[in-house]
Nanobody, 127 residues
């Protein structure tokens, strides 16, 4: 059974930091890319960042470049999202998702390219 389990969401003051974790199981981790997406109330789910578990290539949305860092521990089948300098507009439910490295445009952070999804973790940055 494929599982993606997010953790690490919390309430943090503006300017603070959080690290989210995504623990994956039930598929060949090295053959997939893992993406982080977020969805704020009343808004569409948007791509934040993604990483290839194969060669470690990373991509970021413009809104988080320079503040967020994605990394992968292949030995633990876990992907992390380090979020620094958090802003109120970062408030959202954060989801991790997996897309096959082969035949998908995972690097463009299109939701439809991702096959498996976690349940999400809430990040709140009060204004």
């Amino acid at each position: 059974e494929v599982q993606l389990v997010e953790s690490g969401g919390y309430l943090v003051q503006a300017g603070g930091s959080l690290r989210l974790s995504c623990a994956a199981s039930g598929f060949t981790f090295d053959d997939y890319a893992i993406g982080w997406f977020r969805q704020a109330p009343g808004k569409e789910r948007e791509g934040v960042s993604c990483i290839s578990s194969g060669d470690g290539s990373t991509y970021y949305a413009d809104s988080v470049k320079g503040r967020f860092t994605i990394s992968s521990d292949n030995a633990k089948n876990t992907v992390y999202l380090q979020m620094n300098s958090l802003k109120p507009e970062d408030t959202a439910v954060y989801y991790c998702a997996a897309a096959s490295l082969y035949g998908s445009r995972w690097y463009q952070l299109f939701r439809e390219e991702y096959d498996y999804w976690g349940q999400g973790t809430q990040v709140t940055v009060p204004s």
